[in-house]
């Protein structure tokens, strides 16, 4: 991984940038479409449960169905980057759908189908995944962990965004019973909301129930669509790509724009790397999806760590990723449950907090990924969010070190995954199928530590002192597993180097 220190370094960075800015720019906005769909269950769960007549527990499910499909987008995703045409037109229909999702969801009124719904979006938001890592990743190759950084930030950024734009349109007394959880301003502001102009004409008059509780009509329906209207602009910004790129049958035929002279020599330079690259990529199967990747029968000939790279890399990102979706889906029950016992209306900031915390690191990577290796932001990233963990461990009654250890454990998660794709990339010399990999073992990680803590209970079987035992043995495997991996490569190096003299000496005799 090339380390921005002089000047020069910086003006290609610079007119890299300047030469795929268009790209760039959009492969991040859809990233915005992963984060705002992502985080919107989490406040309005509740909501959709009186949507749907469900039981909590069987609205839970809905997260599995969106998980579960995420997984399997981002393991097919890989099959859409052969071509560019075929990458931006899956990230057009998948961005669409996301849009589309959000306009049906007022609709579902049976789990059934807001489950397949989900379904279709995690679908889509796998997709969006794997391709917009990959893309970033074939663009820039050594100098890709700045971009996947600020890629990863519009993740937090569109997560931060989403639960702020459905929580004026919350109910405030669920399904008849009042819980008395908002402030007296986010009472007074969704009270403004919801006795609008906008949304008056479909409030019909209140009435009192046999006991005496107020019920409200809800208003959660404007929330997602208002959120369909804000996504809207990323599958329109991705087919502006496809036009300018003369991909789209009815509109090709403009005139290709000139390069500058730092671009033309950029471009010159690869030309004559060109072959050599595809070569490479061709031997080793290139970036392509899990399942085309292990029926490559190139791989049959490379040595044991290159394997091991791609597989602890994987794990690595499996507990870590797991964290971040169980801390994220089940912090607010902690903190209700004993010996916490906090306000139901304080414990609710802490998922915010969260949110923002992995926004703000992933925003502090980027300047950081200029000085330091991926590797050494890795292991002071693995290495802080056990000390959190260990923290709140130790002063697990304190409610303020609950909240600076939730800003912590976000700020110290936020870029472990940019930065281990950066480096297993980096490592492997951009061949083999490690973003595929990566992205899968993520993804599979955040689905199966959701369904352990929510299914099984941990919290109410285990006691909540439980949850964070079960975060600190689990980050502590993802540090052994990262040791493993820098072992791995380590090896490898040593096997690229003999590889390398021995090709020297054939050449010279």
């Not at 990863?152 to 669920?174: R, Y």
């Not at 019920?215 to 209207?229: D, G, H, R, S």
């Not at 010159?268 to 690259?277: I, N, R, S, V």
Request: charge should be negative; include cysteine; charged fraction near 10%.
């Amino acid at each position: 991984m090339n380390l921005i220190t002089t000047p020069r370094q910086r003006n290609v960075i610079v007119t890299l940038f300047k030469r795929n800015a268009h790209h760039t720019l959009t492969y991040w906005s859809v990233f915005f479409s992963f984060g705002l769909c992502i985080a919107f269950l989490g406040p309005t769960i509740l909501d959709l449960q009186c949507q749907t007549n469900s039981t909590l527990s069987q609205i839970t499910w809905v997260f599995f169905s969106q998980q579960f499909c995420l997984l399997i987008g981002s393991s097919v995703g890989g099959v859409f980057k052969r071509t560019l045409f075929s990458a931006l037109a899956a990230l057009f229909v998948s961005a669409l759908l996301i849009s589309v999702i959000f306009a049906i969801i007022p609709v579902c009124n049976n789990v059934l189908v807001l489950a397949i719904a989900m379904a279709v979006s995690g679908l889509a938001m796998g997709v969006i995944d794997t391709i917009a890592n990959i893309q970033l990743v074939t663009i820039y190759q050594k100098d890709s962990a700045i971009f996947l950084q600020a890629l990863h930030f519009f993740i937090g950024f569109g997560a931060l965004v989403s639960p702020l734009i459905a929580d004026p349109f919350l109910s405030e007394t669920g399904c008849g019973n009042h819980t008395g959880n908002e402030t007296e301003i986010m009472h007074h502001f969704r009270s403004m909301l919801r006795y609008s102009p906008i949304a008056e004409h479909n409030i019909t008059q209140s009435h009192l129930s046999h006991d005496g509780v107020e019920k409200e009509e809800p208003i959660v329906q404007y929330a997602f669509w208002i959120m369909a209207l804000i996504n809207l602009p990323v599958p329109l910004a991705v087919l502006f790509l496809m036009y300018r790129e003369n991909l789209l049958p009815c509109c090709s035929g403009s005139t290709p724009r000139l390069l500058d002279k730092d671009e033309l020599a950029m471009e010159t330079q690869q030309g004559a790397e060109g072959p050599d690259l595809e070569q490479k990529e061709h031997e080793a199967g290139g970036h392509g999806s899990i399942f085309s990747c292990c029926q490559n029968d190139n791989l049959r000939g490379l040595p044991v760590s290159f394997f091991m790279i791609h597989v602890l890399g994987g794990m690595v990102l499996f507990m870590t990723d797991g964290i971040v979706g169980a801390y994220a889906g089940f912090v607010y029950t902690y903190a209700v449950a004993p010996p916490m016992s906090l306000a139901n209306k304080t414990a609710g900031y802490l998922a915010s907090i969260f949110w923002a915390a992995i926004t703000a690191g992933r925003l502090l990577s980027i300047p950081l990924s200029y000085r330091f290796q991926p590797v050494r932001l890795l292991m002071f990233n693995l290495a802080g969010a056990i000390v959190t963990v260990l923290m709140l461990l130790i002063f697990y009654t304190s409610s303020i070190f609950l909240f600076v250890g939730t800003c912590l454990c976000g700020l110290f998660l936020s870029s472990i995954f940019p930065c281990m794709l950066a480096y297993t990339e980096d490592i492997l010399d951009y061949q083999g199928c490690a973003t595929s990999v990566l992205v899968t073992s993520a993804g599979m990680g955040e689905m199966v530590m959701q369904v352990l803590v929510g299914s099984v209970s941990i919290i109410q079987t285990e006691g909540s002192y439980s949850f964070l035992l079960c975060g600190m043995i689990i980050a502590c495997i993802g540090f052994i597993l990262f040791f493993g991996l820098l072992l791995f490569h380590r090896m490898h190096r040593n096997y690229l180097t003999g590889t390398t003299s021995t090709r020297i000496i054939k050449h010279l005799f």
